[in-house]
């Protein structure tokens, strides 16, 4: 199944509602943290309204930031929604 266009602030908001905590604000974005047994993950996300371009998207949810992927993410909107 594909990915679905999905906004900055909409996954914003379903990674909080994944245990991800906000951190430092920008006038573009905001950080998310999680904390991992052995480490901590951070990672960027645009504030925006309009859909993330397909790029910026796979790189947030890869093995360098969150590391949940496009199944981690199919899931998490499956649970929460958009």
Known sequence: ?????????QLI???RK???????RAKHGMTLTKVFPGRARVTF???TS?????GTLAAILGPKQTGIGR???LSLIKKHGI
């Open 1 to 9: 199944m594909a990915v679905p266009a999905i906004s900055g602030r």
């Open 71 to 73: 199944k981690g993410l």
């Open 45 to 47: 996300v645009p504030d």
């Open 18 to 24: 994944d245990g991800w905590e906000p951190g430092r």
């Open 13 to 15: 908001k379903l990674l």
């Open 50 to 54: 309009a859909s993330l371009p397909p």
